[in-house]
């Protein structure tokens, strides 16, 4: 069954620093796999979607990397703003599976 | 744009009620998901439906149960709501390997 792991749980940062957001799975045996945004109280609000096949995808300030070998994904923010205060999870999307990891809580201090 | 819609966001229910949770998606998506999420555990599947009248269980699909009569629309039910199903519920549909959430239902039963 796959595991994906969030590190850290939580990061606070002072605004306009750069900083990057974890994402681990066990099985690197995986079709995509994405990150999303969650607002308090909302559902989730898609970032951006990595192919198996690719290294990185870039959306604006964000660029997420993904080695399926060593079975890890990164989320690089450029410059933050408070306005980027929000729980970021990965998700591993498997065959019929989907797998998602626990969340980072991003603030981002004016 | 995708819209996956959650008729309620906000219930109030009372232990042995009859609940009904109601996702409608209007991609012509053939898969749908129903999550729970709760701090520190992440989105839990509960249930998902590949096809109109398909229905499987996810990893905590005790003391729900679902409905998918047309392709459009993905119901979750709790038969009698516990105290322990109190909780924020999110709906899902997928296409392709990626996945779109509704703003998701936040039930509490007393």
């Known amino acids: 069954k796959q595991e994906v792991t969030q590190i850290p749980a939580a990061l606070s940062v002072p605004e306009g620093e750069n900083l990057v957001l974890n994402c681990s799975f066990t099985?690197?045996?995986?079709?995509?796999l994405q990150w999303f945004r969650q607002d308090p109280g909302k559902g989730l609000t898609s970032l951006l979607l990595?192919?198996?096949?690719?290294r990185e995808q870039t959306s604006g300030r964000l660029n997420a990397s993904l080695d399926k070998s060593s079975g890890r994904s990164t989320l690089y923010i450029a410059a933050s703003q408070p306005g980027d205060s929000a729980t970021y999870l990965c998700?591993?999307?498997?065959?019929?599976?989907?797998?998602f990891g626990a969340g980072t809580r991003l603030t981002v201090k004016p | 744009d995708v819209k996956v819609t959650q008729s309620s966001r906000y219930l109030v229910k009372r232990t042995g009620e009859k609940v009904f949770l109601e996702c409608v998606q209007d991609?012509?998506?053939?898969?749908m998901f129903w999550y729970r999420q709760d701090p520190g555990l992440g989105l839990r599947l509960i249930y998902f439906?590949?096809?109109?009248?398909?229905?499987e269980k996810g990893d905590i699909p005790e003391g729900y149960s679902v409905s998918r009569e047309k392709k459009e629309r993905f119901s979750l039910i709790l038969e009698s709501a516990s105290t322990n199903q109190t909780s924020m519920y999110l709906c899902?549909?997928?296409?392709?390997?990626?996945?779109?959430f509704g703003e998701g239902s936040w039930l509490t039963v007393v």
């Open positions: 991609m012509d998506h053939e898969n």
């Open positions: 439906s590949y096809d109109v009248k398909m229905k």
């Open positions: 990595i192919q198996s096949s690719q």
């Open positions: 998700a591993v999307i498997g065959n019929n599976d989907m797998r």
């Open positions: 899902a549909s997928s296409f392709v390997n990626t996945i779109y």
């Open positions: 099985d690197s045996a995986i079709y995509n």
